[in-house]
T-cell receptor
Framework: KNEVEQSPQNLTAQEGEFITINCSYS?????LHWLQQHPGGGIVSLFMLSSGKKKHGRLIATINIQEKHSSLHITASHPRDSAVYIC?????????????FGKGTHLIIQP | NAGVTQTPKFQVLKTGQSMTLQCAQDMNHNSMYWYRQDPGMGLRLIYY???????DKGEVPNGYNVSRLNKREFSLRLESAAPSQTSVYFC????????????FGPGTRLTVL
C-alpha cells in the first residue's frame, strides 16, 4: 500500500507570505493529485501532475518522480487560501481504482 | 449542472440500524467512488465502481455494501450501523482514465450512537 506523508500538519502564516506544503509517498506512481478542502467541508481538485511543474494563478505544484516527492506552493498568500490541502496518489491496494490520501495540511493565513 | 449530489447531508443512527447513502452525478462519468473521512486520518476508499453493475472493494469495505444500478447513481448501504462507522462520507466521480480529476460531492455527516 502506498503511504502518503504530508508536512507540515498545521501551518499559520501572515498574509503575503510564500507557502510551501510537502508531500512524499512510498511507492512509485504515474500521477499525483493536490486537492483543497474548504472550511465548509467541500473538496475540489487543484492539480494533477505526473512530471515537472504546473501553475494555476498563485498556486504552483511540482513533482520529482525519482525522489517520490511533491510540493505545493502558494505565492502572495491571502486569508481566502485558508483551507486544508491534501495530497493524493493512485490507490494501489487491489483491483479498485481510486486515491490514497495524505492526512492534509491545515493552512491558516492571517490578515 | 449539479455535479455530484449526496443525500442526506446529516444523519444520526442508533447502533444496529440500517440506512442507505445516496449519490448521483450528472456529468456522464463512468467511475464513481465512496470515501470516508475520519479526524486525524486521510480520506479512505470504501468502494469503487467502474461502470453500471460493477463494483470493487477499496481499503475499508467491511460493514458496507454498494449498488451501481445505473450510470448516474451509486449508493452506499450500512446494514447494521456501528459507532466505528461514525464519519463523513464523500462520493466522487470521474471519467475513465488514469489522468482525470475526481469531482466530489458535499459529503454526508453520519453519527452512530
Amino acid at each position: 500500500k502506498n503511504e502518503v506523508e504530508q508536512s507540515p500538519q498545521n501551518l499559520t502564516a501572515q498574509e503575503g507570505e510564500f507557502i510551501t506544503i510537502n508531500c512524499s509517498y512510498s511507492v512509485g506512481i504515474s500521477a499525483l493529485h493536490w486537492l483543497q478542502q474548504h472550511p465548509g467541508g467541500g473538496i475540489v481538485s487543484l492539480f494533477m501532475l505526473s512530471s515537472g511543474k504546473k501553475k494555476h494563478g498563485r498556486l504552483i505544484a511540482t513533482i520529482n518522480i525519482q525522489e517520490k516527492h511533491s510540493s505545493l506552493h502558494i505565492t502572495a498568500s491571502h486569508p481566502r487560501d485558508s483551507a486544508v490541502y491534501i495530497c493524493a496518489v493512485p490507490y494501489s491496494g487491489g483491483g479498485a481504482d481510486g486515491l490514497t490520501f495524505g492526512k492534509g495540511t491545515h493552512l491558516i493565513i492571517q490578515p | 449542472n449539479a455535479g455530484v449530489t449526496q443525500t442526506p447531508k446529516f444523519q444520526v443512527l442508533k447502533t444496529g440500524q440500517s440506512m442507505t447513502l445516496q449519490c448521483a452525478q450528472d456529468m456522464n462519468h463512468n467511475s464513481m467512488y465512496w470515501y470516508r473521512q475520519d479526524p486525524g486520518m486521510g480520506l479512505r476508499l470504501i468502494y469503487y465502481s467502474a461502470s453500471e453493475g460493477t463494483t470493487d472493494k477499496g481499503e475499508v469495505p467491511n460493514g458496507y455494501n454498494v449498488s451501481r444500478l445505473n450510470k448516474r447513481e451509486f449508493s452506499l448501504r450500512l446494514e447494521s450501523a456501528a459507532p466505528s462507522q461514525t464519519s463523513v462520507y464523500f462520493c466522487a466521480s470521474k471519467t475513465a482514465g488514469l489522468y482525470n480529476e475526481q469531482f466530489f460531492g458535499p459529503g454526508t455527516r453520519l453519527t452512530v450512537l
